[in-house]
């Protein structure tokens, strides 16, 4: 069975509610609403639409899946999950958000694509990460948590689903890492986590000459 739809927005929402949310979420990523009035209030309509059948508001541009995980992406705003791509184009999927920085944001509307295949990366020293600890590290704009236990590596993804805290400053016993703000607790060897439906994404990690590569 399916899980149940969050429900930060109730009936009755209106496109107000969404801005006076969305607005200093985006924000803090670095990310404002297109300057084209017309046209964010057009897709915000949508999400109210989408809102009203499906109990959230799913990105209207793109399809409901039906893997948990790959729903909160779908999730308006999915910023932090595509931050690579939207930070290369300066707009989200259709372009209900560009980047701060952006006067024209008329000019960048319509959906864009994520860039096909994986690519390997070398994202620190094995010696930077001593027994027992994590850091933060990037990959383009994509923030990913690394950990060392022993002489084995990980890499996942840096948001936590719970609030987006920052998995690398979290605190490492074992193989489990605790968000550092609400301490909701994840394995670093594959992600998983012990509220349903939010586990996350983890990246290969390979050591070659004392140095650490993450494949995204």
Not at 3 to 16: Q, S, V
Not at 33 to 61: K, R
Request: proline share 7%.
């Amino acid at each position: 069975m399916a899980d149940p739809p969050r429900r930060l927005f109730e009936p009755g929402t209106r496109i107000e509610d969404l801005k006076a949310y969305m607005g200093p979420f985006v924000a803090r990523l670095g990310y404002k609403f297109n300057s084209d009035t017309e046209f964010v209030d057009a897709v915000l309509e949508s999400e109210l639409e989408l809102l009203e059948s499906e109990g959230d508001v799913w990105c209207p541009c793109r399809i409901r899946p039906d893997d948990r995980r790959e729903h909160a992406k779908y999730v308006c705003p999915c910023i932090p999950f595509y931050l690579d791509a939207f930070g290369a184009v300066r707009k989200c999927w259709c372009g209900l958000f560009v980047r701060g920085d952006v006067e024209r944001g008329e000019e960048l509307h319509g959906a864009v694509e994520i860039p096909p295949g994986p690519k390997t990366v070398r994202v620190a020293a094995a010696s930077d990460l001593a027994d027992g600890q994590g850091k933060t590290v990037k990959v383009g704009k994509r923030e990913i948590a690394l950990f060392r236990v022993g002489d084995e590596f990980y890499a996942l993804s840096n948001l936590c689903l719970h609030m987006y805290g920052p998995l690398g400053e979290g605190y490492l016993d074992g193989h489990h890492v605790m968000c550092p703000w609400h301490g909701w607790r994840y394995d670093v060897r594959d992600g998983n986590t012990d509220h349903p439906g939010a586990d996350v994404r983890t990246y290969p990690v390979e050591v070659r000459d004392g140095e650490v590569f993450v494949t995204v």
